[in-house]
């Protein structure tokens, strides 16, 4: 008997692989590789998730109007420009859902998120990935690939796994040089660590410009990975078009509750980013001392470089031995480099130091 076929394109995906929670040791595991909060969650969005346990027969409020307003409140938006997902990825599937299909081609950075090429072929369309420089989006590179199928443009800003970023100037030669009917979709899921002074996460784009997207998501800064919690905004075409597709309960009631109560909480917001402003160049002196190629970045992560003779896939076994989990990058075309999530005081330093022994060939006791 023949199985049902499914869509052009599904059988390409190869599934996509979170990372790793656990190293097959004895000793306490430090997660470094998800880009989570280390400080984890809000105490208050923690208390509003607890309050909802009895209302777990209740379905939620559809369009997550408490969630869009606080979301509104706080970046200065309009409510009604706010469309909320479970998680990003939702989002960033639904956008390739909606305005690409077979025949059609959607573009992205060479180490561009995962997610935009598997949703493409979800969606039966072709993703196109344009070269990068020196592991950063190139905007004439992106600009030279399209065609007159290009449907959409995504661009992690910054980017997941490098940590590059493009300027604000460079975002706006971008959308300028894209013709007007091809969608520009700014993934600014590391926007809250971002603090360069020419950076731009692409709000402002997204309300000036037909075109233009901008996605958010609660899973980084503000410790909710678990909730699946995401939220866009554009111009209000795209976002009927998506309220029109996506699911009618797609956040649960317990994820709407804590998103607000952590928006409320800046002060816990602004110690993960202080947290993160301490120990992501401490981590990055460190490493470069002990003779590692690791490039700059702007989000809570870090891209470190192995050499060929003391390569990333050794480098990530002997972490492993030891407790300490990084993930591999092959899929993004990256074999030889780790990347890196900033952890706690302690799991820094004990990565520092699992490293140490790494590059001077001392074995896991």
Known sequence: MT??????GILEIVPYVGGKSEAGCAQPVAKLSSNESPLGPSPRAVAAYRELATQLHRYPEGSSAELRHAIARRHNLDPDLVVCGAGSDELIALLVRAYAGPGDEVLYSRHGFLMYPL?????????VAAPETGLRADVSALLARVTSRTRLVFLANPNNPTGSYLSGAELRRLRAGLPADVMLV?????AEYAEAGDYDSGLELAGSTPHTVM???FSKLYGLAALRLGWLTAAPGVVDVLNRIRGPFNVSLPAQAAGVAALADEA???????????????????????????HPSLGNFLLVGFPRERGAAAASAHLEAVGVIPPRVEAYGLPDRLRISIGLEDENRRLVRALADFMTGRTPA
């Open 186 to 190: 700014i993934d600014a899921a590391y």
């Open 215 to 217: 996605t958010r998501t």
């Open 268 to 294: 816990h917001a602004e110690r993960a980013r202080a947290h993160n402003r301490t120990w992501l160049p401490w981590l990055a002196r460190e490493l470069t001392g002990l003779g590692l190629v690791v």
């Open 3 to 8: 199985s049902p076929r499914p869509r052009p």
């Open 119 to 127: 949703a493409t072929l979800a969606a039966g369309a072709q993703p």
